[in-house]
């Protein structure tokens, strides 16, 4: 009897942890995929009487795309990409499968989202080399700043936009992964770019005085220390009880400017990375959140994507709370658990409308509003996959697909995933299907679905490896 | 030795993967299984997204028997949390049950 308990023991044991512990990460980028780029659309699995094909290819790392009121499609090439590959920014018409350039940006990508209002393109400029900006681009390709300035220099970018009512909203992420400029962001390139950069409050807050010994990257010593602090430059110590002052433009946040330009008024804020912004049929505002990574001075596990529902004032908690729960549910494995940086915030934080998979990058959204395409009401969000093993470690690839969400209930079904007996990118299953999923928008009509697929992007080597010229929008429409 | 042979066997096979059909709409028949797919989402579904491997390994092809899982997520061992009755209860966990179980009668995508 005794040793039946202790068999028993040794199998919940063996199945609880030996999986986990004991097996190399195997994202979506991670070795063994390759960098061709086949398109075949039947390898894409849709709910019955869906149909899916690609209305162009060849595309240099695509983020977004909008129509003009003539409907004619229109893509933006980020200009950018994780893996510091810079290039031009560029706006580009679709037509029977062949691009026009309608205007270039600087190399101050990533170009992260683009929308159509009363005649003019407004496009998120991410500004990793010089700061974001939100730009108005005319039909003839002239470009205007609406605001400069704006936090995109560090490990996330100027997000959206989204324009109701008279106003542009977007989103400004995070420099860091949870509130400490560490080595993980040197590796990202930009800390030797800008070494002053750091997180900035939208409004004041009161540190707890936790630092962080890492090694220093910006000297070429070996064994040099630095002791950093939340919210300030790499290798600058907090204090108990320092106020960190807030101003805007803030990280972190959602901001709003007139549609003809202005000053940025803060909507919400204390989110790690908003990506994707869209308004719901009701004229709600909902937000994607990537959340953290097991990474850098400050790492965190278990964090899930967020869609969050907006109302005007909230703060979400970043960096001392994800999912609304505290920081302290995220320990992980091996490592000292986070503690708390900020004292003296609220103790509640609003509740997600709903929680998505951990490292699966879940990007631009939009809403069906057409009950002939289905699911009317419901958003559909592009989860671009993960990052593995830079943002840690997974079993299996996650994302790599379109999800759909009700958001009233908060359940989550798969709308367009890849076949194969592993969920992944294409070029890793050896298929032609969704290879990162980073955008989708509804047409005019709300008949036709649009993906917009950014193209390889490998993590190999400790390495970020994008592959120019690989990327694909994908239209989804009902069968006839 | 027999049975570390056994145990080994049954872990391996637990952390291979089962894939479902994007649209599963057979689980959601029954009132206990469509409670269970909503309880699995908030609590579940973000480390093993569908029931397949993500952060955590899978579950559509555990073959451990029900006691067992009960038995993880009540205790929480290795790296996953706990999840005590205040959190999920007695209830809510045999509609998660029921909710796997579902799954794992669904169809196989196509490879």
Not at chain 2, 56 to 84: E, I, S, T, Y
């Amino acid at each position: 009897m005794k040793n039946r308990a202790l068999y028993l023991v040794m199998v919940v044991i063996l199945f609880a942890s030996a999986c986990y512990q004991s097996r190399h990460s195997k994202g979506g980028g991670q070795a063994g995929a390759d960098s061709i780029r086949r398109i075949h659309a039947p390898d894409i699995i849709l709910p019955d009487g869906y149909q899916s094909e690609a209305i162009a290819t060849g595309l240099n790392f695509p983020t977004a795309l909008t129509f003009d009121d003539k409907g004619n499609a229109y893509v933006i090439e980020a200009g950018y990409s994780y893996g510091e590959d810079f290039n031009t920014p560029k706006l580009l018409r679709i037509s029977d499968g062949k691009t026009e350039t309608i205007a270039e940006g600087e190399q101050n990508g990533p170009w992260t989202g683009i929308e159509y209002h009363e005649g003019n393109f407004y496009i998120a400029e991410g500004g990793q080399r010089n700061g974001g900006r939100i730009l108005k681009v005319s039909p003839t390709g002239k470009i205007s700043t609406l605001v400069e300035r704006l936090p995109g220099q560090g490990d996330h970018h100027t997000n959206g936009p989204a324009i109701h009512n008279g106003y542009i909203y977007f989103g400004t992420g995070t420099f860091t992964n949870s509130g400490v400029v560490g080595p993980d962001n040197a590796e990202f390139g930009w800390l030797k770019r800008h070494p002053d950069l750091h997180d900035i409050p939208c409004e004041d807050i009161v540190l707890n005085g936790i630092n962080f010994t890492t090694d220093n990257p910006l000297t070429p010593a070996e064994g040099d220390t630095a002791v950093t602090g939340a919210f300030l430059p790499f290798n600058t110590a907090s204090q108990a009880g320092q106020v960190i002052p807030g101003r805007l433009p803030c990280s972190g946040a959602i901001l709003r400017i007139p549609v003809n330009g202005g000053k940025p008024e803060l909507v919400a804020w204390g989110l790690r990375n908003p990506y994707g912004l869209a308004f719901s049929p009701q004229g709600k505002l909902y937000v994607t959140e990537n959340q953290g990574d097991d990474r850098g001075s400050r790492p965190v596990w278990g964090m899930g994507d967020v869609l969050w529902e907006i109302n005007p004032g909230d703060w979400f908690g970043w960096p001392d709370f994800a999912e609304g729960k505290p920081i302290h549910y995220f320990k992980p494995p091996g490592k000292h658990g986070p503690s708390a940086l900020l004292r003296d915030r609220e103790k509640k934080v609003p509740k997600p409308a709903a929680v998505l998979a951990v490292h699966s990058s879940s990007n631009g959204i939009d809403f069906s509003t057409s009950g002939s395409f289905g699911f009317a009401g419901e958003a559909f969000i592009a989860q671009f996959g993960d990052m593995a093993a830079g943002v840690g470690k997974v079993l299996k690839p996650v994302g790599f697909k379109v999800v759909r969400v009700n958001t009233e209930t908060g359940e989550i079904n798969d709308f367009a995933i890849n076949r194969g007996k592993v969920n992944g990118p294409a070029s890793k299953r050896g298929h032609g299907g969704l290879e990162r999923p980073v955008s989708v928008h509804f047409d005019e009509s709300g008949q036709n679905l649009y993906i917009v697929d950014f193209g390889i992007m490998l993590m190999q080597k400790g390495e970020t490896r994008p592959i120019r010229n690989t990327g694909v929008v994908w239209k989804i429409s009902k069968k006839n | 030795m027999k049975l570390a042979l056994v145990i080994l066997a049954i872990c391996a096979v637990s952390c291979t993967s089962r894939r479902m059909p994007a649209d599963s709409t057979a689980v959601a028949e029954k009132a206990s299984v469509a409670a269970g797919k909503k309880i699995y989402q908030l609590h579940c579904d973000k480390c093993h997204p569908g029931g397949e491997a993500g952060l955590g390994p899978a579950l559509n092809n555990n073959p451990a028997p029900g006691f067992l899982k009960r038995f993880q997520v009540r205790h929480g061992l290795g790296v996953m949390p706990k999840f005590d009755k205040s959190r999920i209860s007695p209830d809510d966990l045999d509609h998660i049950m029921a909710y796997l179980k579902a799954r794992k009668r669904e169809p196989k995508l196509p490879r």
